[in-house]
């Protein structure tokens, strides 16, 4: 996995944990492939009925409006 690419993933999810956290929840960075990357929602995130909107709406629009060259963010 590209260091360069990581740091700015992580920099974003580091933003987007604070709103999970208020929630009771966190994310975890797995893996970046191909530009796609494999987070996993932990805490009361991991049950939520509503983590696949919070994917989608929230965690894959921020990656990818900051971090272009992501193409996708996948849960795991």
Known sequence: MDNV??????GVLEK??????REGGDIEL???KDNVV???LTGACATCG???LT???WV?????NEVP???GVKAV
């Open 60 to 64: 894959e629009s921020t990656l990818r």
């Open 55 to 57: 994917m989608k709406n």
């Open 16 to 21: 987007i944990r604070g709103g999970l956290k």
């Open 30 to 32: 797995i893996d970046i």
């Open 38 to 40: 494999y987070v996993r």
């Open 5 to 10: 690419l990581r740091n700015k993933v992580e």
């Open 50 to 52: 509503m983590s696949a």
């Open 69 to 71: 060259e992501i193409t």
